[in-house]
T-cell receptor, first 114, second 112 residues
Framework: KAGVTQTPRYLIKTRGQQVTLSCSPI?????VSWYQQTPGQGLQFLFE???????NKGNFPGRFSGRQFSNSRSEMNVSTLELGDSALYLC?????????????FGSGTRLTVV | GESVGLHLPTLSVQEGDNSIINCAYS??????FIWYKQESGKGPQFIID?????DKRQGQRVTVLLNKTVKHLSLQIAATQPGDSAVYFC???????????FGGGTRLMVKP
């Protein structure tokens, strides 16, 4: 079966712009989580969605937001981009909230802010 | 919140030798841990997990050990192969928020 699909794979944006990233979970998975990965900070949890509702949120500013659609696909948006937002953004899906076995990651979207 | 960290940023081993990657956590309420492998340009891949009611779990060439007394877990890879070269993360499962948190990662380098 298809894995977790993230689009686009690469993105270059200018400081101050906004960006939307997309994540399609494994078929049947209803939970989607987002992470930011940087060399200095490692993986940092952004938020988790389950059945179109945000279940958990990490410690990120309000410029970072997300949503989940009825088909479980999720998007995350970053507004007013800063240079420090350059990172690999990963999403992961699972059957049930909270991750665990079956918690599968996509290949990520590499965002570069210039 | 959960704090899960790794002891070493880089580990270099000879092909065929066993590898041991360590991880420490601070939240004793965590009851579930996962080890992930991340190859360059790819997302983290699930390797093996362990629940707090166990102290050892084995998979194919991998073993995870959990020491709840000192809040430490390790990943052992037997007969390390070049394909094992990657960054390895440990993840703590925060049962209060059902949220995974990750240590910084250890880069495993396998020498031929």
């Amino acid at each position: 079966k298809a894995g977790v699909t993230q689009t686009p794979r690469y993105l270059i944006k200018t400081r101050g712009q906004q960006v939307t990233l997309s994540c399609s979970p494994i078929s049947g998975h209803r939970s989607v989580s987002w992470y930011q990965q940087t060399p200095g900070q490692g993986l940092q949890f952004l938020f988790e969605y389950f059945s179109e509702t945000q279940r958990n949120k990490g410690n990120f500013p309000g410029r970072f937001s997300g949503r989940q659609f009825s088909n479980s696909r999720s998007e995350m948006n970053v507004s007013t981009l800063e240079l420090g937002d350059s990172a690999l953004y990963l999403c992961a899906s699972s059957l049930v909230p909270g991750g665990g076995y079956g918690y599968t990651f996509g290949s990520g979207t590499r965002l570069t802010v210039v | 919140g959960e704090s899960v960290g790794l002891h070493l940023p880089t580990l270099s081993v000879q092909e065929g030798d066993n590898s041991i990657i360590n991880c420490a956590y601070s939240n004793s309420a965590s009851d579930y841990f996962i080890w992930y492998k991340q190859e360059s340009g790819k997302g983290p891949q699930f390797i093996i997990d362990i629940r707090s009611n166990m102290d050892k779990r084995q998979g194919q060439r991998v073993t995870v050990l959990l020491n709840k007394t000192v809040k430490h877990l390790s990943l052992q890879i037997a007969a390390t192969q070049p394909g094992d070269s990657a960054v390895y993360f440990c993840a703590g499962f925060n049962n209060a928020g059902n949220m995974l948190t990750f240590g910084g990662g250890t880069r495993l380098m396998v020498k031929p």
